[in-house]
């Protein structure tokens, strides 16, 4: 268990709709990312966040947007779902920003879009 | 921009035997390093990293890497795998200004009996 924890395990819904899903990171780490695990582009970095402020982002479609809230957890939202968004979304947590700090992965959340 | 190549799809070793999964990274500046491994239905663990120092590093599990600048490699070994080894094991690289991982393919390892 990395302490990092994902919500909801898994969801199914239909093209075009939105999804929410969340990450509380491990107790003291103020950095979070956002990464989609897909069986065609692999494992691909999202967005980073550090104490409320974005701090990076990578191949982030528009239709995505992600925050981080004052509690540190944070969302990652999906609009206008397509077919092609279904993967495995991780969140990872570490205490600081720069890279040389341990990433430490949740579970993952499988979104499945019919 | 940084990459990792994982040359590997899939690797089958018998049980008791060694291991060692190839890692090639292409990065301008000086790289950190991490092998990561993800077992079926669970996130991704770190088994070990390299930031400076020693090239030979060690991780959990019984893993081991070594760095070779020369050759822009990171392989991940294991002198005697177990069963419980069979995952899929991703090498990482990331920069001294970078907050993001850019992960490999990947490579499955499957240990028969």
């Known amino acids: 268990d990395s302490g990092v924890t994902q919500t909801p395990k898994h969801l199914i819904t239909a093209t075009g709709q939105r999804v929410t899903l969340r990450c509380s990171p491990r107790?003291?780490?103020?950095?979070v990312y956002w990464y989609q695990q897909s069986l065609d582009q692999g494992l691909q970095f999202l967005i980073h966040?550090?104490?409320?402020?974005?701090?990076a982002k990578g191949n982030i479609l528009e239709r995505f947007s992600a925050q981080q809230f004052p509690d540190l957890h944070s969302e990652l939202n999906l609009s206008s779902l397509e077919l092609g968004d279904s993967a495995l979304y991780f969140c990872?947590?570490?205490?600081?920003?720069?890279?040389?700090?341990?990433?430490?992965f949740g579970p993952g959340t499988r979104l499945t879009v019919l | 921009a940084q990459s990792v190549t994982q040359p590997d799809i899939h690797i089958t070793v018998s049980e008791g035997a060694s291991l060692e999964l190839r890692c090639n990274y292409s990065?301008?500046?000086?790289?950190?390093l991490f092998w990561y491994v993800q077992s079926p239905g669970q996130g991704l663990q770190l088994l070990l990293k390299?930031?400076?120092?020693?090239?030979l590093v060690q991780g959990i599990k019984g893993f081991e890497a070594e760095f070779k600048r020369s050759q822009s490699s990171f392989n991940l070994r294991k002198p005697s795998v177990h069963w419980s080894d069979a995952a899929e094991y991703f090498c990482?690289?990331?920069?001294?200004?970078?907050?993001?991982?850019?992960f490999g393919a990947g490579t499955t390892v499957t240990v028969r009996a």
């Open positions: 107790s003291g780490d103020l950095s």
């Open positions: 990065y301008g500046a000086t790289p950190y």
């Open positions: 966040y550090y104490n409320g402020e974005e701090r």
């Open positions: 990482a690289v990331a920069g001294s200004n970078d907050y993001k991982l850019s």
């Open positions: 990872a947590s570490s205490v600081d920003g720069p890279s040389t700090d341990t990433q430490y």
């Open positions: 390299y930031f400076s120092g020693d090239t």
